[in-house]
Structures are given as C-alpha cells and as structure tokens.
C-alpha cells in the first residue's frame, strides 16, 4: 500500500484507465451477462451499503428479498417457494448438492449430471465429496434421459437437469427426471441459472420448473436475462425445510441462524433484481425475452445464408454454428466441441447482429 494517499483526480484517472481496457459490451456476443437495466442501476445505487448478512438491522432490505423470492417462486409455479439470493448459479448449485448430501447420508455419494452440466458442479464435487456421474448427451445436445437408469444406485443423493444449457442453449427433458426422482425417491435440482429467466416469457414454455412434482429446487440468476447488477442469483427450494437442513447458529448477529454460503452479502443487487422484476412486470420481460428470440433466430438465419449452419436449434437465445474463424472485433465463444458460440443477451440487439453478420460476409468474400 501506499504511506501517503494519492489525490481523488489522480486515483480516479488510474480508474478510468483502467475501464478503458475492459471491452465493451458493444462488442461483446458471447457473454452471459448484459449492462443493468436503468431501474436496476438506479436501486443499486440506493441500497450500496446495505448488507443481507445481518438482516435485523436492515428489515426494509430483507423485506425484498422476501419479495424476490416470492416473484421468483411465482413464476416457477410455486407460491410457497423458499429460498435466498446467492451471489450467482455456482453459489446456489453448491448450495443444492449441499442440502442433497444432507437429506440422504450415505457413506460415497453420487451426484447424476449431464455432460453439459455447468463447471460449477465440478467445484460442489470438489468441495462436498460427491462423485460426480455424467450422462451422455443426445444428438440435440440435451440430457439422454435413456441413459440415466444405469447410472443410478443406492448412493445416488441428487440427479441434475439444466433448463437453458450455457453452451448450447438447450432444456433438458426435465419431466422424466421428475417421474424418475419421484419413483426412486431421490433429490432433483434444476439448474436454470441461464433459462430461469428466458423460459417462462417463451410462447410455448417447456416445463422444467416446479409444477413437475418431483423438482425440488431451482437455481435462477437476476444478473443473467434479469438485467440486474452482479453478484444476483437466487437458490428456490420446494419445500423450507430443505433450507433449514443448512442452519448454522449465528449468536451475535440479529438473526440467530442463517443458512446462506455467504455471511456478508450485497443488498444493492437484491434491489435491483426486484426493481427490474417490479418495473418490467410479466408483459416488459416477455418483450424483452421476445426480442431476444427474434435476434436469436435472425441470426442464425444470416449465418446460414452466409453457410455457417446452427448446431442445433436452441431453446433460449443461445446460437452456436460451425464456424472456425471469427471476424476481428467481435468477442464470441467457442464450446468444448468447437462451435461458434454466441449469446443474445438484450444489449445484442438487431443492429449489432446485422453489423456482426456484415463482418462475416466481409470476411468470407
Ligand atoms: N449454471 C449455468 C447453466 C450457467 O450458465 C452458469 C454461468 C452458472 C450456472 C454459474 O453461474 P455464475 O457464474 O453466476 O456463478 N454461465 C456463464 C458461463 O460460465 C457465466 C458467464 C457470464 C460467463 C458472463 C462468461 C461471461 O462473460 O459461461
């Protein structure tokens, strides 16, 4: 550290500097996350130093995240949804093997996953002991629910679907899991950290959420297509007592349990996820989620025309192609098989994705 401080023009032109160097969203397809929606920079804003540690001590803050919860639990069909706001989708799927583990003590645990399954399952693994099992995928990249029969056994604690897979976009067929966690009484946990926030805004939604009897809980991310400011996730669980398994006494603070991963946590970004959720209503996200679609199908329909073919048509708004070279500028991603991927997120809008498609006709001439 510096002895002396420097002076606030200085310090903040090393900021700006610094920023400077970050790509900005204009350029960026492949990112999972979008610039905050007005509303949601203009409540962060207000609530910066409020924390959801301590909840006795901020009451009106607490208050939304009980409000964020119940929006959240509605729109997974559960009204009587509990859960808490996590710092993202890792933090609430190492939150659900957490509470799976708990509910079936088993001396080797097994956790059934299918191979798109998110890394942040390769970290609860880690952490928790769990083995985990990977179920192959079918030819449209979604969980082959066929195969899990063999993979499952007495010390299986969790099977996982993903509504909205990160590289292709994809819903697992999430019912014949429910029939089959049901059936052989075991814990199923969603993960729809992505597609949470897409699916349900969709004309014809497929079903993945807690309407299937046998979905017990649900990770679902604001700072993803909620539009709201990082770190916001939310972890919904069927039934509150799953949560309670987590309690740990908390003697000195204003609560005297807390079940969260987190001790210390932001309640700028709870705000913010409630003021998009309160502003926007069903109506603005199913415009947005509309939008989005619509990019998503105009661009792999240019792609196509300029003879780069989807991998697979997609459930949300998640495009990827067989395509080996990326035009200069553009920030894209690539799967672990190889396809272009590009994700569009509302600041990807029409503009860009007719630039963006330019750019690759140009360099295919
Ligand atoms: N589950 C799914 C289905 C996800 O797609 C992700 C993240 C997670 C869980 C983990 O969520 P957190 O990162 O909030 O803990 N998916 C993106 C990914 O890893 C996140 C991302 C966002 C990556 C922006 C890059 C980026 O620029 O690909």
Not at 12 to 38: E, V
Not at 175 to 199: N, Q, T
């Amino acid at each position: 550290m510096r002895e002396v401080g420097c002076s606030e023009e200085e310090l903040f032109s090393f900021l700006s500097r610094a920023r400077a160097k970050d790509i900005g969203y204009r350029n960026i397809l492949s990112s999972m996350c979008t610039p905050p929606h007005p509303v949601a920079l203009r409540a962060h804003a207000m609530f910066l130093e409020t924390n959801l540690g301590d909840p006795g001590l901020f009451p009106g803050t607490a208050a939304l995240e009980d409000l964020l919860i119940r929006r959240l639990g509605a729109l997974m069909h559960h009204t009587l949804a509990d859960g808490y706001a996590t710092s993202g989708g890792t933090e609430s799927n190492i939150q659900a093997l957490r509470i799976a583990k708990k509910r079936k003590p088993t001396g080797f645990p097994n956790v059934i996953i299918p191979e798109s399954g998110h890394f942040s399952f390769m970290k609860a693994s880690d952490i928790l002991g769990i083995e985990i099992r990977t179920v192959p995928l079918d030819a449209e990249f979604r969980m082959d629910a066929g195969a899990i029969e063999e993979l499952v056994d007495r010390d299986t604690v969790a099977l996982i679907g993903v509504a909205g897979t990160t590289e292709y976009g994809v819903v697992d067929p999430i019912a014949p899991l429910s029939d089959m966690a049901l059936d052989r009484d075991i814990f199923l946990h969603v993960d729809a950290a992505f597609g949470g926030m897409v699916v349900p805004f969709l004309d014809r939604p497929v079903p993945f959420d807690f309407r299937l009897p046998g979905v017990d809980s649900i990770s679902i991310d604001p700072h993803k297509m909620g539009m709201s400011t990082i770190p916001a996730g939310c972890l919904l669980v069927r039934d509150p007592e799953y949560l309670s398994c987590l309690n740990v006494d908390t003697p000195y603070l204003t609560v005297k349990q807390e079940c969260t991963l987190a001790g210390t946590r932001p309640g700028a970004s709870v705000a913010a996820a409630v003021a998009v959720l309160e502003y926007l209503g069903m109506d603005g996200m199913r415009a947005v989620v509309a939008g989005c679609m619509e990019n998503t199908r105009r661009l792999i329909e240019g792609m196509e025309t300029l003879g780069y073919p989807r991998a697979v048509t997609p459930d949300v708004n998640v495009a990827t192609f067989s395509c080996d070279h990326t035009p200069a500028g553009w920030q894209v991603s690539r799967t672990r098989a190889g396809h272009m991927r590009i994700v569009c997120m509302p600041h990807v809008n029409r503009d860009l994705v007719e630039a963006f498609l330019e750019d690759m006709g140009d360099m295919d001439a």
